[in-house]
């Protein structure tokens, strides 16, 4: 309010932006460190935060009025931060209530740059686009060669199909996929892909609702999926299980995925995973060579590729470069390491999309 920023009665209130803000000032003072933290307190969350110095009174002159361009970080940037009192001499403890502060303490950096002036949380428009679909890159292998390969926008989701149908009703855009004989040249193995892709029936279908992916199968052909790497599945941990016809069933929940990206940046050494592997018409290859298998089909969701990358190219762990994020058309937004952290933790605070 005093920097303009924020009208009462006339501004919606960005509250995540706000909480996001002050978090990441109080972050940044070496004045101040965290004693208890109580933010997974179902009844009363919060945290406390203790003045480490013996500092002094604020002088008035340390309260400038800031003009309209300033943020309340730099309003907290310019300040301060020492226990009220005469002597100065005891150390104050300040709670923060009800704020909902995230699991991580970023270390304090006096370097840091004032957090990217967007509105609303930019990984957000990532995760949630204003058309609420996703870009699906689907490649599909047969006896381990790669014969299909596309990256789309998919409204309503996706579904696998051998033979595109000219009226059809069920959710979903079809992805056909191609005949065997254009690129196999053993006339057993053609056939028996040909027996699989015709077991499809009306598809295989993927799509995000929530904050998880969903898979069912709508005709006879049998499926097992996993969570792999980009360039191989991992066949020595075997399948995460069947996609049934019946019902659908949760393949990829965001809230895991993003609570790994987090332990990774934190130094983990173990990057999270989001590429769907489908082995179609045959059982999961256990400890076997998948390029045996008749049909395999990769699926990634590509933001999911980004936010990953985002966290590879500033060097995981550290993290120490800022990072730039293209979202759609829009113009980059460039993060720094403690900003794109803090926006990972909202995501996983807030989990509205």
Not at 166 to 174: F, I, R, T
Not at 207 to 213: E, F, V
Not at 229 to 250: A, N
């Amino acid at each position: 309010m005093v920097s303009g920023a924020y009208t009462p009665g006339k501004d919606k209130p960005d509250l995540p932006t706000c909480k996001r803000n002050f978090r990441a000032a109080l972050n940044r003072k070496e004045e101040l460190q965290v004693v208890k933290d109580l933010s997974r307190d179902p009844q009363d969350p919060h945290k406390i935060y203790e003045f480490v110095n013996s500092g002094v009174e604020c002088p008035a002159e340390a309260f400038p009025v800031p003009d309209s361009q300033e943020s309340i970080v730099g309003l907290l940037d310019g300040m301060m931060l020492a226990p009220p009192g005469n002597d100065g001499a005891s150390n104050v403890a300040v709670a923060v209530a009800g704020a909902e502060p995230p699991q991580i303490l970023l270390s304090p950096n006096s370097a840091a740059s004032v957090p990217c002036p967007v509105s609303g949380n930019p990984l957000s428009r990532l995760l949630v686009p204003k058309d609420s679909e996703w870009e699906f890159e689907v490649t599909a292998f047969y006896r381990g060669r790669q014969v299909f390969h596309q990256a789309a926008f998919y409204p309503g989701g996706l579904r696998l199909v051998a033979a595109e149908a000219a009226e059809d009703a069920l959710p979903g855009q079809q992805v056909v996929l191609p005949d065997p004989e254009l690129f196999l040249t053993d006339r057993g193995a053609v056939d028996y892909v040909r027996k699989v892709l015709g077991s499809l029936g009306p598809g295989l279908r993927l799509w995000r609702a929530g904050q998880q992916l969903w898979a069912q199968r709508l005709g006879h052909c049998g499926t097992f999926w996993a969570l792999g790497e980009e360039l191989l599945p991992d066949t020595g941990q075997g399948q995460e299980g069947e996609v049934p016809k019946e019902r659908e069933r949760s393949v990829l929940d965001l809230q895991p995925y993003l609570q790994e990206l987090i332990d990774f940046i934190n130094g983990s050494g173990r990057s999270p995973r989001y590429t769907l592997w489908f082995c179609i018409g045959e059982s999961w290859p256990q400890n076997r060579p998948w390029t045996k298998r008749l049909v395999m089909i990769k699926v990634v969701p590509t933001c999911l590729r980004c936010l990953l990358e985002m966290a590879r190219n500033g060097g995981a762990s550290s993290l120490e470069n800022t990072v730039d994020l293209h979202i759609s058309n829009s113009l980059p937004i460039s993060l720094s390491s403690e900003e794109y952290k803090a926006f990972l933790q909202d995501l996983m605070e807030e989990m509205e999309f």
